[in-house]
């Protein structure tokens, strides 16, 4: 691999023009940035740990994208990469978060008191509540970047605090390398089981390297929170259940979240975060909360309405099939979830997905009965 | 990615067994090689260039092998990978190439003159021949480490090269990026086209980087010299044609080899190559030779033959299907070549395929009489 600085200086002997990659295909957010003058001003620099330009485009060179879908095209090797690279990650972290300004501040809020309602989505429709985020632990690198000493590292201090854990959470770690054949099965049975990343947009950055080494599943006995080590970032912390409890499912996830960041800063390990970016994660497109807040819901009438993509556009809301990004939709059910990362925090996102999915269902069972729906058209949030 | 020396001098902060991959499950020469005491050894070396320890094993790390198939899983970056790194690397090659020993020297011979017979193989049996092998150009990284400079000029100095042969070598040179659909259709039906590596050897050890740039393929008008650029090496050149004649097969292989050594020569571009390990390419199993040279051909009773692999191995011949390594063999045929590639000279071991190939057609064609070949089964070459 040549992204390390000895491998960069070597490289600075060739012209920028002839370092420059050809980008004329690609259709990604680092490539709609990236100038040829841009990449001369930055190849030469370096983060604290060696990551350097080469290495946070890599993943965008290697998948030009797709016409219709916007991919990010590049990623983070460590907190760093963020400052010493602004000069593209703020234009791209601006084009992809509706206009987010490098002078902006992000606010976090975890306390699960401050959503309104949540706990009565209507079962008959709504199937099952999700919410997801990343955390990184600082004084790491990012895994693309991230040696096998730092991600075992990563994973004793994660095994260490997750254990810990107890009540509603108590769990066990199930380390990918040494899982039993039923073990496997039963993960697999729970949807909770993650695999070695296959898309070519993960392995190009890198963060496949070494698997299965230091990655595991956490779960609690009760199955409802769960936290993947060192998968496409440090962690990967899960809430979820079945039916329309999103309230519950975001309780959960705070009180979680917020125990296991204490335990992290009790052994002297803070997560990355900072007043202008929130978290800290691998994708420029998870920066913020990282938060993705969801429900998988029934909406056969008005998923078949010509105005429902202008509706999910108005709540600020998207739509996935229920095997997540980039599958269809089955038996019209969808996965209905937050747009935003960046700009708002935890409780406002996941406001927007109850007060959106409890809109969305007084449209579905409106249609049902024949009715029109245009009274119930939301303004733009 | 981690590989270049700033993230190589912060992997030191961690200890030996923290960072020593864990190889319990590898069934690759790396792997049977490659101790802890070892790793510490080299773990804070790199070659001029920047490439280091972990840049050379990731591919072998990465791909535990299999219990049949013995994997090289190690590659270099640079020439001077199998210098800085030769307490690893010499013992890979020893065990890979026959017990080749770090003081032997290899010979080189491209005199195609040399070669006895080989112009007379059934045609009713011997269906193609075909010669190929590899050249790394002098003062360039190799395909896991270089970068898209070093790329784009390895191209241009191949197109020049080529594009300044003539007669039987007159031909065309086909970019990967700007082909046309009518050129793809023609390259496929003609088997010359290679595509974007998918074999996971290949992309963890970063081959596929910045693909298609810089790749392509250069034929001769005639179909019969095929040179590829930038794939797993900086050249593969293939000499090919139906039937049986590989003496003439050879004789245009050194012909135009050595034509396109002298113009690299002219322009102070030599090739990679030492006398004690040949010509270097980027997998250790391709040292010496790089050559292999093949026929397909029909031998659906020898196959059968209890003693068929005992004869290939005396003859020191190697058998793959009709598409290559790891393919099955169709209808009886089979493609065979030569099993080694250091220690030997390109004459003797197209030698070995010309003789080995001619007494296995006679032994086919006994089988065929129903007649036993016990008095015919060769000694150990």
Not at chain 2, 19 to 40: C, I, Q, R, W
Not at chain 2, 177 to 194: C, V
Not at chain 2, 268 to 274: A, I, R
Not at chain 2, 297 to 318: A, D, G, N, W, Y
């Amino acid at each position: 691999m040549p992204f390390g600085n000895t491998h960069n200086e070597w490289k600075l002997k060739y012209s920028a023009e002839d370092e420059y990659p050809d980008l004329s295909k690609h259709n990604n957010h680092m490539a709609k940035v990236l100038t040829q003058d841009m990449y001369a001003r930055l190849r030469d620099k370096q983060t604290p740990s060696g990551f350097t330009l080469d290495d946070v485009i890599q993943t965008g060179v290697d998948n030009p994208g797709h016409p219709f879908i916007m991919t990010v095209g590049c990623v983070a090797g460590d907190e760093e990469t963020y400052e010493v690279f602004k000069e593209l990650l703020d234009p791209v972290i601006e084009d992809r978060h509706g206009g987010y300004k490098p002078s902006d501040k992000h606010k976090t809020d975890l306390n699960a008191g401050n959503l309104q309602g949540g706990d009565d989505l209507d079962p008959a429709y709504v199937l099952s509540s999700r919410v997801r985020t990343g955390r990184s632990v600082r004084g790491f690198a990012l895994p693309p970047h991230c040696s096998r000493g730092e991600r075992r590292g990563i994973e004793k201090l994660s095994i260490e605090a997750l254990d810990s854990l107890s009540g509603d959470l108590k769990g066990k770690y199930y380390a990918l390398k040494n899982m039993t054949e039923e073990e496997q099965q039963q993960l697999i049975d729970d949807h909770f089981l993650f695999d070695k990343p296959v898309s070519p947009l993960l392995l190009a950055s890198g963060m496949a390297r070494d698997w299965p080494d230091a990655r595991g599943i956490w779960h609690n006995n009760n199955k409802t929170f769960l936290v993947w080590v060192n998968e496409e970032d440090h962690l990967r912390v899960i809430s979820m259940q079945k039916g329309g409890n999103m309230k519950e499912v975001f309780n959960r996830f705070c009180t979680g979240l917020t125990k296991i960041e204490s335990l992290f800063k009790e052994r002297g390990h803070d997560f990355m975060w900072n007043e202008h970016l929130g978290y800290v994660l691998t994708c420029p497109s998870n920066l913020g909360t990282g938060l993705r807040a969801g429900v998988h819901v029934k909406l056969p009438n008005m998923s078949k309405q010509p105005q429902f993509e202008e509706v999910l556009k108005r709540l600020r809301l998207q739509k996935r099939g229920t095997g997540g990004v980039d599958t269809a939709a089955v038996g019209g059910v969808f996965d209905i979830s937050n747009a935003d990362r960046l700009g708002f925090s935890e409780v406002e996102l996941v406001q927007m997905v109850v007060d959106g999915i409890k809109l969305l269902i007084e449209m579905e069972k409106r249609l049902e009965k024949g009715q029109s729906i245009d009274d119930l058209m939301p303004s733009q949030k | 990615m981690p590989f270049g020396n700033t993230h190589n001098n912060f992997k030191l902060n961690y200890k030996v067994e923290e960072e020593f991959p864990d190889l319990s499950k590898h069934n690759n020469h790396m792997a049977k090689v490659l101790t802890k005491e070892l790793y510490g050894k080299l773990r804070d070396k790199q070659t001029p260039s920047g490439y280091t320890l972990d840049d050379v094993i990731q591919t072998g790390v990465d791909n535990p092998g299999h219990p049949f198939i013995m994997t090289v899983g190690c590659v270099a970056g640079d020439e001077e990978s199998y210098t800085v790194f030769k307490d690893l690397l010499d013992p890979v090659i020893s065990d890979r190439h026959g017990g080749y020993k770090p003081d032997d020297k290899h010979k080189t011979d491209m005199n195609f003159e040399n070669l006895k017979g080989g112009d007379d193989l059934d045609p009713n049996y011997v269906l193609s021949s075909r010669v190929r092998t590899g050249r790394s150009i002098k003062g360039f990284t190799l395909p896991p480490h270089n970068s898209r400079g070093e790329r784009r000029i390895i191209e241009r100095l191949s197109v020049e090269a080529l594009t300044s042969l003539d007669g039987e070598f007159k031909g065309k040179y086909y970019p990967l990026k700007s082909m046309t659909d009518a050129e793809q259709e023609q390259l496929i039906a003609d088997h010359f086209l290679f595509d974007k590596p998918v074999s996971p050897l290949l992309t963890c050890a970063g081959m596929a980087r910045d693909w298609p740039d810089a790749r392509g393929i250069w034929h001769n008008d005639n179909k019969t010299f095929l040179v590829w650029v930038n794939e797993e090496d900086h050249l593969r050149v293939i000499s090919m044609q139906k039937g049986g004649n590989m003496r003439e097969v050879f004789r245009r292989f050194c012909v135009g080899l050595t034509k396109i050594e002298e113009i690299f020569k002219k322009h102070n571009h030599g090739f990679m190559w030492n006398e004690h390990l040949g010509y270097i390419l980027t997998c250790p199993s391709n040292l010496g030779t790089g050559l292999r040279g093949g026929v397909h051909v029909k031998l659906p009773k020898l196959s059968t033959h209890p003693k068929f692999e005992e004869i290939l191995t005396r003859l020191r011949l190697q058998k793959r299907g009709t598409g290559g390594v790891d393919t099955a063999s169709v209808g009886g045929v089979f493609d065979i070549s030569n099993a080694d590639r250091l220690g030997s000279s390109e004459v003797e071991q197209v030698q070995m395929v010309v003789d080995g190939v001619k007494l296995m057609v006679e032994m086919e064609k006994k089988l065929e009489k129903g007649e036993a070949i016990d008095s015919m089964i060769p000694a150990q070459k």
